[in-house]
C-alpha cells in the first residue's frame, strides 16, 4: 500500500474541522505538510468517509474525532474496521484533539495504542517541546526544540508499546508529547501540539508532521 520513490502519490486521508479545531486553521498548514507532487489529499469532516472509501488509502491523520453535527461517535465495530486497515498496512496519524473521545476499552487503544486525551492546562500556555533525547527516531530527524503557546494535552498512553518521540513541558507538567510504533503491516503516530495557528504552523510542528507522514507510509 505505501508508496516508492518515483512511484504513484500517496493518498492521504485528513479528518478535520470542528468547532474548536476549524478547517481555516489546519487546511492551510496541511497544504504546507503535503506536497502535491507526492501526496492526493482528501480533507473531510467525517471519519465515516474513511470507513466508505473504497479507495486505497495509504494515510489517515485526524484532526478530530471525525464526528459532525448530527452523526454519533464511532462504534466499537467501526473503530475495528479502521483498525484493520492499519494492521493491514495503513498508516495513522493522531494530531492533538485527534486523540479526544478514545476511551480506555476502545479498539483504537487497546489494539493500537492510540494513546487518549485525558486533561489540558486550564488556559493557553508556554509549552517546549523537545525530542526524546535518548535515542534518534525518522520522525524526529531535523527537528529542534520548539515553544508555542498552546493548550496543553495530557494523555494516556502505554510506553511500554510504543516509543515515546517527543516530550511536552508547561509550567503544569512534563507529558508525552508524541509517541510511534508500528501495528502488524501498518504504523501508528500520534502528537499532542497543535491546537492554535501558532502551534500548528510551527515549522518544527511541520516538520514533524512531515516525517511522521513519510515514516508511517515507509515500509522499510
Known sequence: MARSAGTMKSLVYIIRDDYNHPKEVID????????????????????????????????????????????????PDEQRQIVRKVKGGMGIMFIHAGLVLIEPDSPFYVELNSGRFVEHSPHHVEVTNNPAASFKHPITEG??????????????VDTTRTDVILFSTSQHVTAAGGWAHRADAGKVVALTPGHNPEALGHPQMIQLMKNGADWAVRQS
Open 28 to 75: 492551510p498548514v496541511m497544504a504546507r505538510v503535503f506536497d502535491e507532487e507526492q501526496w492526493e489529499v482528501v480533507l473531510t469532516d467525517r471519519t465515516r468517509d474513511l470507513i466508505e472509501t473504497e479507495s486505497a488509502v495509504d494515510l489517515v491523520m485526524f484532526f478530530t474525532n471525525g464526528r459532525p453535527a448530527g452523526e454519533t461517535n464511532m462504534t
Open 143 to 156: 527537528v529542534e526544540a520548539f515553544m508555542a503557546i498552546d493548550e496543553h494535552y495530557y494523555c494516556q
